[in-house]
Each structure stands twice: as structure tokens, then as C-alpha cells.
């Protein structure tokens, strides 16, 4: 008995061998090469397909991201009112500038209560307890980048003990080193002074009277160094505005 077939108006199924099926020669797209394909999709060579597989995607991100630019609603620091830029995450309330100047009032207004209140004190105390050695470091470090500090201090300290400069010699000393504190350099006339300077150095027998105190700037108080001034006078070059 013969077997009737209907029509049904879809295509016919593909068979078993299509995926081995070969396409017919064409030119690429881009670089005009003839390749074989492998789909009757592929206009473009092996070569040539990963770079526009990669523009393609480049192009949908950058779409993605025009599309997000444009939805977004604008946000304005909380303290100058300038348009923030958009941020990858948690946003910020300021712009650049005034979030340096919050945080920097921040932790100024921060480290004032806690020294007020002495939380400072009691912290500072229990690290140098803990931390020996590290505060050693730093102390050795930090003299070893100021000599010239470091050393003033402690003939200082010792030339006042050996002296024995009284409260009104310190008293003086004081008053005089604020009275100076706008004259030029003694030794080049400089109007830009940094230091004051024992005339006579007290490594050499000088004191920390007020008479033995003169103005001078940071180059010369360390090219004088532990010399005496008269010493120094005689023998640095004349200054340019007076040859």
C-alpha cells in the first residue's frame, strides 16, 4: 500500500552530513583575501574576524556606558556646589579640593579633643612603652637629618648648665631672639633669615647670652658651623652688592 506525504509548508529538516557541508569561495570584507567559509554568516577571513569581533564589543560597551552617562542623574558637593564627576562605586559627597580641606579640618579638630581630653597623652605614653626600639629609629633618624638642631640643643643645654645662666639671663636671651627676628643675616646682609646664631659657638666657650645671639641666614649658619664669627667674617668672600 503506498504511504501518502503532506506538504506542510515548513523547510525540510536539514540531514546528518550538513555540518560538514563547503561553502563556495568569497572575498573578505575588510582585507579583500578569498578564504573558504565556514557559515553562510562569514564575510570575513580568520585574520580579520577577531579584530571586528573586538571593535564590535568595544562599540556595544562604549554604547552601554553612553546610555548609563545619560541616565544618570548630575550630583553636586555638598560644600562648593561644583558637578561631581561620574565614580566607579560609592560616591563622594565633594570634589577633590574640598574633600582634602574636610578631612584635613577633620583630623585637626580631631587630634584637638583628643588632646584636650588627654586620650593623646595616655596614647603616646603606652606607644613609647611598647615600641622602644622604634622610637629609637626615629629620634636617631631624625637627628641624623638636623644635625644642626640636634647639636644646638644639647650644647645648649649643657652651656646653660655649666654657665649657670640665671632666669633673667633667659629671660633676655628670649626677649632679644624675638627682637631680631626680622633683621637681615648678620654675617651677608641676607633680608631672608632663618636661624639664630652664637657669634661665639658654645662648643668653643660661647654662651647663650642675649649679646652673643646674631641673625642669619641658612646658608650662612651652616657654612660657619662651630667657627667662630670673626673667624667666618675673615674668610667667606665679600657679598656681590658690595664689591
Request: with cysteine; glycine share 6%.
Given at each position: 500500500?503506498?504511504?501518502?506525504?503532506?506538504?506542510?509548508?515548513?523547510?525540510?529538516?536539514?540531514?546528518?552530513?550538513?555540518?560538514?557541508?563547503?561553502?563556495?569561495?568569497?572575498?573578505?570584507?575588510?582585507?579583500?583575501?578569498t578564504y573558504?567559509?565556514?557559515?553562510?554568516?562569514?564575510?570575513?577571513?580568520?585574520?580579520?574576524?577577531?579584530?571586528?569581533?573586538?571593535?564590535?564589543?568595544?562599540?556595544?560597551?562604549?554604547?552601554?556606558?553612553?546610555?548609563?552617562?545619560?541616565?544618570?542623574?548630575?550630583?553636586?558637593?555638598?560644600?562648593?556646589?561644583?558637578?561631581?564627576?561620574?565614580?566607579?562605586?560609592?560616591?563622594?559627597?565633594?570634589?577633590?579640593?574640598?574633600?582634602?580641606?574636610?578631612?584635613?579640618?577633620?583630623?585637626?579638630?580631631?587630634?584637638?579633643?583628643?588632646?584636650e581630653s588627654?586620650?593623646?597623652?595616655v596614647y603616646?605614653?603606652?606607644?613609647?612603652?611598647?615600641?622602644?626600639?622604634?622610637?629609637?629609629?626615629?629620634?636617631?633618624?631624625?637627628?641624623?637629618?638636623?644635625?644642626?638642631?640636634?647639636?644646638?640643643?644639647?650644647?645648649?643645654?649643657?652651656?646653660?648648665?655649666?654657665?649657670?645662666?640665671?632666669?633673667?639671663?633667659?629671660?633676655?636671651?628670649?626677649?632679644?631672639?624675638?627682637?631680631?627676628?626680622?633683621?637681615?643675616?648678620?654675617?651677608?646682609?641676607?633680608?631672608?633669615?632663618?636661624?639664630?646664631?652664637?657669634?661665639?659657638?658654645?662648643?668653643?666657650?660661647?654662651?647663650?647670652?642675649?649679646?652673643?645671639?646674631?641673625?642669619?641666614?641658612?646658608?650662612?649658619?651652616?657654612?660657619?658651623?662651630?667657627?667662630?664669627?670673626?673667624?667666618?667674617?675673615?674668610?667667606?668672600?665679600?657679598?656681590?652688592?658690595?664689591?
Amino acid at each position: 500500500m503506498e504511504q501518502l506525504t503532506f506538504d506542510s509548508g515548513q523547510p525540510a529538516r536539514k540531514g546528518k552530513g550538513y555540518a560538514n557541508r563547503v561553502y563556495k569561495d568569497r572575498p573578505c570584507d575588510d582585507c579583500g583575501v578569498t578564504y573558504t567559509p565556514r557559515s553562510s554568516g562569514q564575510k570575513r577571513c580568520e585574520a580579520c574576524q577577531p579584530a571586528r569581533d573586538e571593535a564590535m564589543a568595544r562599540a556595544s560597551y562604549v554604547r552601554a556606558r553612553e546610555a548609563i552617562r545619560a541616565a544618570r542623574v548630575p550630583k553636586h558637593c555638598a560644600d562648593c556646589g561644583a558637578e561631581l564627576p561620574s565614580y566607579q562605586g560609592m560616591h563622594s559627597k565633594r570634589c577633590e579640593p574640598c574633600r582634602a580641606a574636610y578631612w584635613t579640618a577633620h583630623n585637626r579638630q580631631r587630634n584637638k579633643e583628643r588632646t584636650e581630653s588627654g586620650k593623646r597623652k595616655v596614647y603616646d605614653a603606652r606607644y613609647r612603652e611598647n615600641n622602644p626600639e622604634a622610637i629609637r629609629v626615629s629620634a636617631k633618624r631624625y637627628k641624623q637629618a638636623h644635625p644642626e638642631v640636634d647639636l644646638a640643643a644639647i650644647h645648649r643645654r649643657h652651656q646653660r648648665v655649666a654657665a649657670g645662666l640665671d632666669a633673667l639671663d633667659r629671660m633676655l636671651s628670649a626677649a632679644y631672639r624675638r627682637a631680631i627676628r626680622a633683621d637681615p643675616c648678620f654675617y651677608c646682609g641676607a633680608l631672608v633669615t632663618h636661624h639664630v646664631d652664637h657669634y661665639f659657638p658654645l662648643a668653643k666657650g660661647g654662651t647663650d647670652r642675649w649679646f652673643n645671639l646674631v641673625r642669619t641666614c641658612r646658608r650662612c649658619n651652616q657654612r660657619k658651623g662651630v667657627a667662630r664669627g670673626t673667624a667666618f667674617l675673615l674668610r667667606r668672600p665679600r657679598p656681590h652688592h658690595l664689591t
